[in-house]
């Protein structure tokens, strides 16, 4: 039986399990889409499969590393995942709002209306100003801009603990 002497590399682990991550990613947003709980607190069950994918991909990488991953060497693992798998969101949700589900871009201005009349405090002039500048962000090539956006800050924070508690260094003096 032949064993492979490839070592990994922050690279090659990062790819991998951003695809597996972005993929998982997708299939959870299309089922939270079509049943129009795009704005429930299920959103967040994304951030879970990040933070998972994460994790996962670091350790991962330091059993392929005899036990060992340096805490830039996580970072990197961490980041390249965030990147992949936020790309991979990206253009799933400019295809979904764009041919799939146009009306998606709608609910969300109507509920984020009826949040601020909620709120009370803003003049129906003040709720149509702000309804007007978001309605400017909510187009398809900004979506999946703010998908992006928000798969890197969310991929680097989780990335900066994860790495704090996966990491284990080699020793200097050996």
Do not use: C
Request: proline content about 2%.
């Amino acid at each position: 039986m032949e064993t492979n002497t490839t070592p990994v590399t922050t690279t090659s682990v990062g790819l991998r399990y951003g695809l597996l991550t972005g993929l998982i990613s997708i299939i959870i947003s299309f089922a939270l889409n079509a049943a129009h709980l795009e704005q429930s607190p299920a959103k967040w069950l994304s951030t879970v499969v990040l933070v998972g994918g994460i994790f996962l991909a670091q350790r991962y990488y330091k059993e392929q590393s005899g036990g060992y991953m340096s805490y830039g060497q996580g970072m990197s693992v961490g980041m390249i995942l965030s990147v992949v798998s936020g790309v991979l969101g990206a253009i799933f949700s400019y295809i979904y709002v764009s041919f799939v589900d146009s009306d998606m871009i709608t609910r969300m201005l109507d509920k984020a209306r009826a949040d601020m009349e909620t709120r009370g405090g803003a003049t129906d002039e003040q709720i149509e100003q702000a309804m007007q500048m978001t309605a400017k962000f909510m187009t398809p090539g900004a979506l999946s801009f703010f998908v992006v956006l928000f798969s890197l800050l969310f991929g680097l924070l989780i990335s900066l603990v994860v790495s704090a508690i996966v990491k284990n260094a080699k020793p200097e003096f050996e």
